[in-house]
């Protein structure tokens, strides 16, 4: 049983109390948020308690910190406890500015951090990495990654997101270098719209883009965002390889179907992360749990670097390009 | 390049005709239909030519003819037509009297006849019959059979129908005994309602049945029938093996969905035979061909006996248990 | 916060248990086993304590008693626990013995009694039956309910199941009373096979079997049942309605599929209950804290009765026609 | 009833002559060819003759000629087809050399000249294409276009073909103008690889490739092209709109299905051109008899010229970046 604390009782802080709170081997030890009646509301529904962040570093008892707190605070949160010889699990991204955060990797490089990236946590891309390193379809030539939102976030979080390849893209850049198992990408190729917000271009962000990575090897990998579907959350992967291609479709909401003179209609997809990925969320507070038990991270600090500088470069590319 | 003459050039003989028109190895020599504009229209479309069932008959240079008049009119023709010598295809079913047909049976036991049930010959039911056979699934032990119209025929079809078993189940018997391999069915258990149309229950049919049928090593063979889906052509086969299960579904019109907020659509199902079975019948005028060229039909008479036996049991037991 | 015991730590109990533990309504007050060490084992697993039967009656702060023991006690237990004033969930059948289940049946008629039907808890099952509510399909018609078995049970569970339709069909039985809203059923047919197992024959049981339920509209349901599909866990509903169809399909373990030269393949079907119905356990535990709020349950002993005497009919049936 | 003579008794030559042969309104009036046994026995199979251009051009009975030569030659045949006064069906591409077809396009603006792009006559894009302009998705705003063979063709193919670009991904160029309305494409971007076989590369050629298109109001496209699917032919379309997605795809070969311990697998896809687009070739040369009856052709010169012209931007841009 390992006492964890929670930094940030906002909307992904509370599905990671609540998977903490379920956890057998964690005890929500602690909520911390800038805002009192957050956090005791919080605390109040798991039967944990109020604290600060402060208090938990110095609790010898706290064996972890999960940080789900603004973006701007989760450097210094991870710098601050990793020092203090805690596990940390830090939701993405780990800064939006880049030379910050590669500034801090030395320091990280040997502290137990997990990077929240809760699509490597998904049961039916982990279903498909699994097939695809046991060779199912050859060697991996190429890559399709399509991420949609279901509708385009309100302008005030548009304009304080980092941008669509920061905020959006860079879970799909982290699939792609983890798909790739590391290999090393040569090319970033980025070109983007607005086309589902005017609103979005003039806050200076696009909300339709395509990527397009190339590995040292000649692979190819395209992700294609928007951040509007019309149809709930689109998250599919399609992996080709020397031997055939594996792919992972999108989620829908029961087996239901519909037969009628319009034809044979399957039920609704699963309409956002809190649904499509609730799953991955207790696996990857699941795997915190190893972590705590000594396992390594399989998400590094490293990693959440590397996938924020393909997002910064793929956000370079795509306001030249514009 | 054989001659063959169509008898009936009603809504089947047209699709037959212009299968045997557009065959590299037949030649539509003649068209027989007691109303001579009939006739006349469709020897026009083909370039072919009206002529009578004596005369064709009395033709030498006629191998083959395919009956496609009215059913009355089968058992006659083939006798006729086989008695001259001629190959005969003749469309289901042999005959709406079971004593007549069995009697007719010792007769054509070695004559070159065809019997017309196209469902032998989807593409996609021979496909499944085909992995059956080849032992996909291990040993068959039991059958789903789905076989309904998209809507009800009009009250006068119905009335000289011969009834809902014997007029539609009665491929659902032959493919029954075409997938069981021909093993002794030795129990049939038949339940109809009317639920679709009250005039079919007023003309003393049944517009909606099941039929259990069980076979003499106790395999089981469920046969479901509505005279409307709501949907189009519902012409589904379940086969359950030793070692699985193999099925062939309902054909869409096109490979075009729709993913919106409702959901994710498919096209809708071809709608009836004509559309559904186009592939079959020209498959089945190929394989008289064959039978012209010296191959033994697939589908004999006798096969054509036994399945109006099957139907002729299932109408009686249902009306029994009306 | 409802105090509940839980009476039997075997296998669904143990699902029982960690459902209640979890419940945010609810609190494992105790639990008991015959086998001491089960209990224990159990307790220890969700801090709850052991307890006796006697002693949880007797205890005015148990609200609730999950009564998942053996076949034999559940009626008895039922009795017992309502006539102290407890709310129940008892697992099904409510008895092997029709008789004695009638003749609780007007002592049970008022208490908080809820039957353990986990499928009409199932996502896809529940989002059937709302749509056929709301009239998705015009009014039903019929149904096609396929339940089979991933692979046979040992011949020792056959010897005391009370065979396959009192074991097993009971659940169908169930789910077609709850889509047909109902309606009295007014013939049963029933016809079964030992084909997967001899050792099942041997013990006078059938492993398949096809049972045909009419209704006194002459809705027609026919109910598919196999030991043992080769391919998982096989629970799917077809409602034919006036406008169309619905169905409820099988779940996949993942959305991952693999397309290479054999083909497109999807994942595995789920292999058992205890994935497939993973989520209806939850909400059926879901309910019973309903119940303990003042709910009417949704499954009555009544309701459980009934499913009963279908399976005893069709058990008698199906005998009589071996 | 129009007479048509073909040019080229290859491959596709023989498609086409097999479709002018079976259509109601045409006749194969001559067959072309530099090898005479192939002309002949190609006309000996459609009961047609050998001729030459010439005779065929002088002939004021043929109203139609069908180009399936090779490459190299079908701007000079379509030239001088058009000058004789006769309507030309011209197999894609118009040319290897674009300032050559940019030259002649003025000549044949004015020409009944209809370009063989297959798929824009495919029943699947059709249905799509429909739904898209019918509005069934909103605006337009992004598309995916994935078009991978089987399997490589022999280097010596690859040598003479022009590259990935003009001779395979040209098909998807006219898709995507097709598609989008004809909006103007603004920007293009290639990137090739040599993944599937090293022969290719030694060439100069690549194996691999996606192409990014945008256009003057910033809709995206992307093209991804393999010569190697390893599943048959792939060959989809994803079309974004404001209100949600429609997409087309594969074509299997049967309905069947196998569902084992493995799960549930599909038949195969349908593996290349020549089965998979079977309809298209028929719809295609109905639409050449519609054009000889006074139609405008569907796709034209300048349509071809196009396709050529994006296909040559993507072959130097992808060079540029290897």
Redesign the interface.
Known sequence: MHDVVLIGAGRIGRIHAANAA?HPRLRLAGIVDPVPEAAAALAAEHGSRVTTLDAALADPAVAGVIIASSTDTHLDYSLRAAAAGKAVFCEKPVDQDLARAQAAAPTLADARVLIGFNRRFD??F???KA?LDAG???KL??L?I?S?DPSPPPPSYVAVSGGLYRDMAIHDFDMARWLLGGEEIV?V?A?G????DPEIGRLGDVD???T?L?TVS???C?I?N?R?????Y?QRIEA??????????????????????????????RNFFLDRYADAYRAEMDHFADVLDGAAPEISFADGVAALALADTAARVGDL?R
């Open positions: 379920q049961p039916n982990r279903a498909l097939r199912a379809v050859g030539e190429s399709q399509t949609n090319s190729y070109i719209s607005c086309l589902v339709t883009a395509r397009v190339t000649g692979r190819l395209v294609s928007s509007r579907s019309g149809f709930g689109d080709y390889g020397s031997a055939g291609m594996l792919r992972a479709d999108n989620v829908l909401e029961s087996t239901a179907q519909l037969w009628n003179e319009n034809g044979a209609a399957n039920d609704r997809f390009l």
